[in-house]
C-alpha cells in the first residue's frame, strides 16, 4: 500500500509568515492528492483536492502544487484562524490513506 | 443544505457489535460515493471504509477488513457501518463523508459531526 508522509509534524509562525507543508507519497499518485484543514474540536473541512484546486470558499491565500510523489500545501499570509492541523489524503484508489498531518500554530 | 447525520456510537465490550447509521439530506445521495473516516482521542484522521454510489463496490482499511461491513439503502439516504468483533484499538470518533464529486478522487466536501465508539470493558 501507498504511505503518506507529511512534514513538519507540527510548526510555529508569525502571523503573516507564508507557511509551507509537504506531503510525500510512496508510489506515484498523479495528482490525486487532498488537503484538510481540521481546527480544534471540529470536524475537517476540504481545502484543496486533485492537488492544486481550491475548494469552493476556501480562501485564496491557500494553495496546492505537485504531483507524482511530491505535494505541498502553502498558506501565503498566516491568519489566526489558521490554526489548526492539516492533513493530506490520496484520493484515488483505495486504501485512501491520510499523512500523519502537521500542526499549525502562531509564535 | 448538505446535512450528515451519524448515530448509534456508544459503549462497547471488546468483541461486541455496533452498528453505525448516517442519515444524509440536502443533495441527491444515490450519486455520491460514501465513506467513514475515523479519529482515535488525539491522534489523527485514518480512512475506515468507502462505498460506490450504488452499493455495489465497497472498500476496507485493512485494520477493519474482515470485521466491519458498509452499506447503504438509496431509498433511505442512510449510510451504515456494521463493526463486529470490536477491538480497543477501535475506539474513536466515526465521520460519514461524502465525496465531492460524483466521479470520485476529489475528497469529500461534506463530514458529519461524529459519533463516539468507546470499547472498553
Known amino acids: 500500500d501507498i504511505e503518506m508522509t507529511q512534514s513538519p509534524s507540527s510548526l510555529s509562525a508569525s502571523v503573516g509568515d507564508r507557511v509551507t507543508i509537504t506531503c510525500r507519497a510512496s508510489q506515484d499518485i498523479r495528482n490525486h492528492l487532498v488537503w484538510y484543514q481540521q481546527k480544534p474540536g471540529k470536524v475537517p473541512e476540504l481545502l484543496i483536492y486533485a492537488a492544486s484546486t481550491l475548494q469552493s470558499g476556501v480562501p485564496s491565500r491557500f494553495s496546492g502544487s505537485g504531483s507524482g510523489t511530491d505535494f505541498t500545501l502553502t498558506i501565503s499570509s498566516l491568519q489566526p484562524e489558521d490554526v489548526a492541523t492539516y492533513y493530506c489524503?490520496?484520493?484515488?484508489?483505495?486504501?485512501?490513506?491520510f499523512g500523519g498531518g502537521t500542526k499549525v500554530e502562531i509564535k | 443544505d448538505v446535512q450528515l447525520v451519524e448515530s448509534g456510537g456508544g459503549l462497547v465490550q471488546p468483541g461486541g457489535s455496533l452498528r453505525l447509521s448516517c442519515a444524509a439530506s440536502?443533495?441527491?445521495?444515490?450519486?455520491?460515493?460514501m465513506g467513514w473516516v475515523r479519529q482515535a482521542p488525539g491522534k489523527g484522521l485514518e480512512w475506515v471504509s468507502t462505498?460506490?454510489?450504488?452499493?455495489?463496490?465497497?472498500y476496507y482499511a485493512d485494520s477493519v477488513k474482515g470485521r466491519f461491513t458498509i452499506s447503504r439503502d438509496n431509498s433511505k439516504n442512510a449510510l451504515y457501518l456494521q463493526m463486529d468483533s470490536l477491538r480497543a484499538e477501535d475506539t474513536a470518533i466515526y465521520y460519514c463523508?461524502?465525496?465531492?464529486?460524483?466521479?470520485?478522487?476529489?475528497?469529500?466536501?461534506?463530514w458529519g459531526q461524529g459519533t463516539l465508539v468507546t470499547v472498553s470493558s
Open positions: 462505498i460506490n454510489a450504488g452499493g455495489t463496490a465497497t
Open positions: 463523508a461524502k465525496e465531492t464529486r460524483p466521479q470520485g478522487a476529489a475528497g469529500s466536501d461534506y
Open positions: 440536502g443533495f441527491t445521495f444515490s450519486t455520491y460515493a
Open positions: 489524503q490520496k484520493h484515488n484508489t483505495a486504501p485512501l490513506t
